[in-house]
């Protein structure tokens, strides 16, 4: 190897390691002043759609924020409040909650409805970072 793929290389792991050290460790609120903004500064995305009433949800959530420390640097989780963000809800298509909505590069390419164990949750969240790779 030369100077300047040596160089090259030390650029790309700094730029990586930039990368890890902005990304959230907690769930962030995920409304119409950031939904586009955390799409597109985040190749990999989970987002938690639900409501302050509802019971499965508040289930959820202790498993939602355990996996978003365990990833934290690899992949973002957000949480949408759809009664707060009915657009945002209507043109995701949520009909149901609690949904988990999984991103790669903008685009939700696998979602879960429901509660499930936090095993079932990290399946997908491992196939997501493959689909990264």
Aim: hydrophobic share 35%.
């Amino acid at each position: 190897m030369d100077d300047d793929e040596l160089e090259e290389l030390r650029k790309r792991r700094l730029e990586e390691l930039k990368r890890k050290l902005e990304y959230p460790k907690k769930p962030i609120e995920v409304d119409s002043e950031n939904f586009e903004e955390i799409l597109s500064k985040y190749p990999l995305v989970v987002i938690d759609c639900w409501a302050e009433w509802c019971v499965p949800c508040r289930i959820l959530e202790p498993r939602i924020i355990k996996l978003s420390e365990e990833y934290s640097g690899r992949i973002v989780f957000g949480k949408l409040n759809i009664d707060r963000n009915m657009e945002i809800a209507k043109r995701l298509g949520i009909r149901s909650i609690p949904t988990l909505l999984f991103f790669r590069n903008g685009r939700v390419v696998d979602y879960i409805v429901g509660v499930v164990p936090e095993d079932e949750i990290r399946g997908r969240l491992n196939k997501l970072e493959k689909l990264e790779k």
